[in-house]
């Protein structure tokens, strides 16, 4: 599992879910990623996308494999991101 964690400037929070549901949408449907994306209970404008695959090739390929419109898409997200920058975890299951 692969998840970026981030907060969203305010101002620019209506942008950004329009943005973060294209992404979805393509992500999921043309790309065919086991993706999603969760805003944090109680934080509102800190997002986490989370990308899920079935080994550790397919992990590996992820990027490779992004589209020239999904790496659109992501770079206009970065815009909407704070100060704080991006935030990456790589976790593997064991069991």
């Not at 998840?3 to 969203?8: C, Q, T």
């Not at 943005?19 to 934080?43: C, M, P």
Request: hydrophobic letters at 35%.
């Amino acid at each position: 599992m692969f998840s970026i964690s981030y907060a969203i400037k305010p101002e620019s929070r209506d942008r950004y879910l329009v943005l973060i549901k294209e992404v979805k949408e393509h992500l999921t449907t043309v790309g065919k990623h086991d993706y999603s994306v969760f805003e944090a209970k109680g934080r509102k404008n800190h997002f986490t996308e989370v990308f899920i695959t079935n080994s550790v090739e397919a992990f590996d390929a992820l990027e490779d494999n992004l589209d020239e419109k999904a790496q659109e898409l992501i770079s206009s997200l970065e815009s909407c991101v704070d100060e704080g920058g991006m935030r990456y975890n790589t976790v593997v299951e064991t069991v």
